[in-house]
């Protein structure tokens, strides 16, 4: 499917899709930024986002993905994760796709996001990074964090199992707010909106 292009609060956006996940982050009010034009490190690569969390800086790239494996299988995912520099820098790299849920068992916690990072290699104590690839999860704090590493909050700083399951009622305040944000770009086209 061909990328709409859309202007909204004054950003040309490449994508409804690349607009939607804008206009969620904001509602979630999270610090972030449109293609962050100064990124030390990085060469060769203009995340769609930055998100300035409490502790990390996470590099953000939206695509028409449905699985970890359709990242794994994306003609951008070497550019992005073996090229642009990311594994040298203290950026982490956050993937989403068109949905919420990306691949993840119904009765887990809710995956919307694939999460790169380097973590410290602890088991040979020699300060060598290994990479690491988590989905990622909302947590109680209106933020998220990497399912099967660090359990700290990108957003708060709260460390801790904070994470939201499908079942649970603030998982619904999620969708809700996905829902609504596809419902103010429906029938817009490349316009405005205040």
């Not at 994306?74 to 950026?91: C, L, N, V």
Request: aromatic residues 14%; negative net charge; charged residues 30%.
């Amino acid at each position: 499917m061909k990328a709409i292009p859309i202007k909204i609060n004054g950003i040309q956006f490449r994508s409804k899709l690349e607009a939607k996940w804008y206009l969620f982050m904001k509602k979630l009010e999270w610090n972030i930024e449109y293609e962050p034009l100064e990124l030390e490190g990085i060469d060769g690569w203009i995340p769609d986002f930055i998100i300035i969390g409490k502790n990390k800086k996470i590099l953000v790239d939206v695509k028409p993905i449905n699985s970890q494996e359709e990242w794994q299988k994306h003609p951008d995912y070497e550019k992005i994760i073996e090229k642009s520099g990311f594994k040298k820098t203290d950026y982490e790299i956050l993937i989403l796709g068109s949905s919420l849920k990306l691949n993840f068992d119904d009765r887990c916690a809710t995956g919307f996001g694939i999460l790169h990072e380097m973590m410290k290699n602890y088991s040979e104590n020699d300060g060598s990074k290994f990479l690491s690839v988590s989905e990622t999860v909302f947590t109680h704090h209106k933020g998220f964090l990497p399912y099967g590493s660090t359990w700290n909050c990108r957003i708060s700083g709260e460390v801790g199992k904070s994470y939201i399951f499908v079942n649970d009622p603030q998982y619904v305040y999620f969708e809700k707010i996905w829902n609504e944000c596809g419902s103010e770009l429906q029938w817009k086209k490349n316009e405005t909106q205040s």
